[in-house]
């Protein structure tokens, strides 16, 4: 897990990734806010450009996420997409899947209970 600390705030955000298959697992833990959306979004681009295809984000230990999270997802999305890919979500935290209901991003994203099931 890698913990980044921001010059202007603190960024309480971890990242660790793993395969599991043929695809790759993100976990992320923490808030994603404006300060740390950017990490997020750096560690999907280096995997995207990498060649990894078949993303999949684990939210289970987000305890916060903001509009810029949203669009870091959605971006990685778009990118996958273009590629022929995939990223997936697990996610049970009623708040969070809340905030993909009101966007309308429940219907963009596959959204699973664990990552057993994402894979």
């Known amino acids: 897990m ?4 921001g010059s202007e705030a ?6 660790a990734t793993r395969a599991e298959g043929a695809r ?6 923490g ?12 560690k999907l681009d280096q995997l995207i450009e990498a060649g ?4 999949v984000v684990d939210l289970e ?3 916060f996420m903001d509009s810029a999270a949203l669009g870091v997802l959605v971006g990685a999305l778009r990118k996958m997409e273009a590629h022929d890919g995939s990223l997936s979500l697990v996610c049970t935290r009623e708040r969070l899947l ?3 209901r009101i966007t309308h991003l429940d219907k ?9 099931s994402a894979i």
């Open 98 to 100: 809340k905030i993909f």
């Open 10 to 15: 603190e960024v309480d955000l971890s990242l």
């Open 61 to 63: 230990r987000v305890e």
């Open 52 to 55: 990894n295809h078949q993303l």
């Open 2 to 5: 890698q913990q980044f600390t």
């Open 24 to 29: 790759i697992v993100v976990e992320v833990g």
């Open 31 to 42: 808030e994603i806010d404006a300060f740390a959306a950017p990490k997020l979004r750096d």
């Open 108 to 116: 963009a994203f596959e959204i699973h209970p664990d990552v057993a």
